[in-house]
């Protein structure tokens, strides 16, 4: 049979079989077939494999390419399921996540330009008019650093794992807001990285200016990097939402939109224990004066280095979860 020559005769030509195919699938991952039915969904689940691999070769990149994965990923979980759940976390974290972060790279470095903006606007704003401190920086902070001391000493007086709840509960809850707002086509995601990067910035530059920077860095260097980077990766799941309501491709939005969700879903999964392990920091390592400035900084840029190493990975991860049998549903959806 000739190849077809566009995507569109491809999926008219091709689409009975991949349904056929999926329903096949779904029953087989919840129950038995008869033999007649199993060697039609072998038959079909080779079929489509062939078709993958024709995809991947003419029309690399379309939601027909990106569905063949998800189909044929999906059968080849039906007809080999993994017993242990070890190996489905195991997957989650080898594979998935960075494979999730690797098809969101737009929204990551959107993100990172939303909260870098926010940054240099706030640092910007208090260094060109120190009057605008009393605006963008917190009184508790003003009457610290007026005082000539820091604000963050009080961490000292809580007992770590009471800190560390309320650290982390802040933190988590910030975090939550930038994926869940990600729901308003992103305005408000968008919103929540810029404003968190203003008050950052207009800190930094306050406490600068009154001489206290060193202080401040010296407090921040062992939890501030993986902090800052779990809150980045909040604003790109929050924003790999808003990328599916306001630009759902050839999918339907309700499809484009499962489709980003379990994306995010991935993203926070890295989220939540990075903000964990930064707020225990934060409650423990970082307002002790016993702990040299330097190893404070050699240990916060390690693990968010290592949180950067494992997640910017994914653009090759991305490719291999969609060639595996353990990739479950990142690719596109077959075009109505």
């Known amino acids: 049979m000739n190849a077809p020559r566009s995507v569109a005769a491809f999926v ?6 991949w349904e056929r195919l999926g329903a096949l699938a779904a029953r087989a991952g ?3 077939l008869p033999l007649a039915e199993v ?6 689940y080779r079929r489509a494999a062939a078709d993958l691999a024709l995809a991947r070769s003419r029309f690399a990149g379309s939601d027909a390419e990106g569905y063949l994965s998800e189909l044929v990923a999906t059968t080849y979980r039906a007809l080999y399921r993994p017993r242990a759940r070890g190996a489905a976390f195991a997957r989650l974290v080898r594979s ?6 690797g098809r969101r790279l737009r929204e990551l470095a959107l993100a990172a330009l939303l909260f870098a903006a926010g940054l240099a606007g706030g640092a910007a704003a208090v260094a060109l008019d120190p009057g605008a401190a009393d605006l963008l920086v917190p ?3 003003r009457a610290a650093v007026a005082a000539g001391r820091m604000w963050t000493g009080e961490l000292l007086t809580a007992a770590p794992g009471v800190a560390g709840a309320a650290l982390l509960h802040n933190n988590v809850s910030a975090a939550a807001l930038a994926f869940g707002l990600g729901l308003t086509a992103g305005l408000g995601t968008a919103l929540v990285l810029l404003l968190n ?5 207009a800190v930094l530059a306050y406490v600068a200016a009154n001489g206290m920077a060193g202080d401040l860095l010296g407090f921040v260097a062992a939890h501030g990097p ?6 980045v990766v909040a604003g790109q799941a929050g924003l790999a939402l808003a990328a599916a309501l306001v630009d759902p491709g050839e999918a339907p939005r309700r499809e484009a939109l499962q489709r980003a969700g379990r994306d995010a879903g991935r993203l926070l999964a890295a989220v939540v224990p990075a903000l964990t392990v930064a707020a225990l920091l ?4 970082s307002p002790r004066a016993t702990v040299p400035p330097l190893a404070r900084g050699a240990l916060g840029i390690g693990l968010a280095a290592a949180l950067w190493a494992w997640l910017l990975g994914g653009r090759r991860a991305a490719r291999a979860a969609t060639s595996s049998p353990a990739h479950d549903g990142g690719g596109d959806t077959l075009p109505a």
Do not use: K, N, W
């Open 226 to 231: 993986l902090e800052l980077s779990a809150f």
């Open 12 to 17: 008219r030509a091709r689409r009975p079989a």
């Open 30 to 32: 919840g129950g038995r």
């Open 197 to 201: 990067g203003l008050l950052l910035g």
């Open 282 to 285: 934060e409650a423990t390592i």
């Open 96 to 101: 998935e996540i960075p494979a999730a972060a």
């Open 39 to 44: 060697e039609e969904l072998d038959r079909l």
């Open 139 to 141: 009184a508790r902070v």
